[in-house]
């Protein structure tokens, strides 16, 4: 999961206020306001079917994505490659195990 911050407005504190959003791959998981920790999380009813359809994409585009990244500096790429391979089993798993905790 990777967290983000984003100034937006808060309906308990009825002001514009930090907020850390929460995301599950790459789609939006919850936001918490940092001042009043008013909590919003999406179901997993509707987070998992679209975590689904976000992860078919993902897998449709990675071959084009990798070309486009080894065309732009193939041997960074290649140095990096066994390194990124090895950290996507856990990168899913992070994944899969905050979908699937509610
Ligand atoms: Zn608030």
Known sequence: MTAEHAD???ETCDQV?????????RLLESVRCQRCGHHVEMSARALIPAYAMDLEHRVVS???RLWLRA???WRGFLKGLPRATARQPLKFAREFRELFRR
Not at 18 to 25: F, I, K, R, T, V
Request: aromatic letters at 12%.
């Open 62 to 64: 990675k071959p084009r």
């Open 17 to 25: 206020t930090e907020h850390e959003l929460h995301y599950a791959g």
């Open 8 to 10: 937006l407005w808060c």
């Open 71 to 73: 065309s732009r500096d």
